[in-house]
């Protein structure tokens, strides 16, 4: 019925759809704009009010009822020109900001529509679900320690991080972090400097496209030995006194230099966004290299000792030394995965599934989270992972555990909003580590404190 009144209308007012002559004056154009409006024919409506424009009719409520007649169209393009023009003719109306923060918003302008938005009454922005945004838009900045609970074979370890959150271009937004990581262990030392960059795209509110990119500098100093020896006993009694064979096998092993490596990861995503979920496939491709100016060196002594009865008849001795300096290797690893998270009210379940391996085998990976927000001024999240030696990223390789290292690793982290615009963080991790080198296993308590300012 509605339909039919507007096609009815429509026919009333063809004359004033018709291309526009000199002759129709500024009450014509404003009473058939009008009517067009109130019976809500969007289609001739827009059609109208860009003749009269073009046609040099430029005032406020003319140009006010073309943009909302593209908008109702879904032409947000078209719409946001005529608010514009309105909004030139008269910048007081409140309805109006509304319409440009809306139009901004559908073309996912979201610098522009934050600056709409910050100009709404407060009444306005409580029933609108957004968080404007700016060109610089968040530091974050973290540091904390690493206390070994087995302090012969680790030392505690020095860690600082720094983040930044930017949308340079509007439908771009750009995540950037630096880190820096030290520790001693009983073979040596180590630091390591880190780098992470990811630019994603906006296709839509629900969907985008990202290329994440992280780099790490690791150097480590080596001064480690170790020695081991094996026996064994040959005994024969059929002969007068018996007949007895000792052997001792002692082996001793020494690396001494340093070690540099350098990591690539390059990963790339698509995240879909829904009214409770959100998935990200995603594939990864990581690539090290390295700079070993190290020696190895291998020492063999076997000792064997005969007797007859109680005196010693024979002994042999015998020892072998071996010297290994590598040269420059390369190591490559891909990884095809997907996080998915489902919220159920106040609690967050997900995690993040891998299947990743490199040309020697495969494995599979699944990192479990967990988080839960009571309220709006804190939450509380989880997440646990175990891996063999190999590499892995988390978050979309936001973290990046570039050592062969087997590992177990607890974590829990708080938020509290201090203010509108700052947010503090406290991290709570319990880590096993299988050390690569050594085969010694140790654990490790960290504790990290943070901060995040919001402009």
């Known amino acids: 019925m509605h339909r039919l009144e507007s096609l009815l209308l429509f026919v009333m007012l063809l004359p004033a759809v018709l291309p526009l002559t000199a002759q129709e004056t500024f009450r014509e154009v404003d009473s058939s704009s009008y009517a067009l409006y109130e019976a809500g024919a969007w289609d001739s409506l827009a059609a109208f009010g860009s003749k009269a424009y073009a046609q040099g009719y430029d005032y406020y409520y003319l140009n006010l009822r073309t943009a909302v007649a593209f908008y109702e169209l879904g032409n947000y393009e078209a719409a946001l020109r005529f608010f514009e ?19 901004h918003y559908q073309l996912l302008h979201d610098l522009e529509a934050s600056r709409w938005y910050r100009l709404l009454d407060d009444s306005v922005r409580q029933g609108i679900p957004f968080r404007p945004i700016r060109r610089i838009d968040g530091l974050y900045a973290e540091a904390g320690v690493r206390i070994p609970l087995q302090s012969r074979l680790a030392g505690p370890v020095s860690y600082a991080h720094l983040a930044m959150q930017a949308y340079p271009i509007e439908r771009l937004s750009l995540s950037q972090a630096f880190s820096y990581t030290a520790q001693a262990l009983n073979w040596g030392s180590f630091r390591q ?42 005994t024969d009694n059929s002969q007068m006194g018996g007949h007895r064979v000792d052997t001792i096998l002692t082996s001793a092993y020494r690396i001494s230099g340093s070690y540099l490596e350098f990591d690539y990861l390059v990963q790339a995503g698509f995240n879909k966004l829904g009214k409770r979920y959100s998935v990200t496939p995603y594939a990864s491709y990581w690539l090290l290299k390295q700079n070993p100016d190290y020696t190895e060196t291998f020492n063999d002594t076997l000792r064997i000792v005969e007797f007859r009865g ?8 015998d020892s072998r030394d071996s010297t290994s300096t590598p040269g420059p290797a390369y190591a490559a690893q891909w990884v095809l995965g997907v996080s998915a998270y489902y919220r159920l009210g106040k609690l967050t379940l997900g995690g993040d599934l891998k299947y990743t391996g490199n040309s020697d085998a ?14 709006k001024k804190w939450s509380f999240a989880a997440y646990y992972f175990s891996k063999k030696s190999y590499p892995i990223s988390l978050y979309s390789g936001y973290q990046l555990f570039n050592t062969f290292d087997e590992m177990q690793r607890i974590s829990l982290s708080t938020r509290y909003a201090l203010a509108e615009k700052t947010e503090l963080y406290l991290t709570l991790q319990h880590d096993r580590i299988v050390d690569n080198l050594t085969r010694d296993a140790y654990e490790m308590n960290d504790l990290y404190l943070g901060i995040n300012f919001k402009f």
Do not use: C
């Open 85 to 103: 023009r309105a909004w030139r003719n008269n910048s007081s109306d409140p309805v109006l900001k509304e319409y440009l923060f809306w139009s």
């Open 193 to 234: 400097y880190e780098y992470f960059l990811r630019p994603e795209w906006r296709i839509s509110r629900s969907t985008s496209i990202y290329l994440a990119g992280h780099w790490a500098h690791y150097h480590s100093k080596l001064d480690y030995e170790s020695l081991s020896s094996r026996t064994g006993t040959f």
């Open 310 to 317: 109680p005196v010693v008849v024979g002994e042999f001795m």
């Open 362 to 375: 495969r494995y599979w990976f699944f990192s479990p989270f967990l988080a839960w927000q009571p309220g």
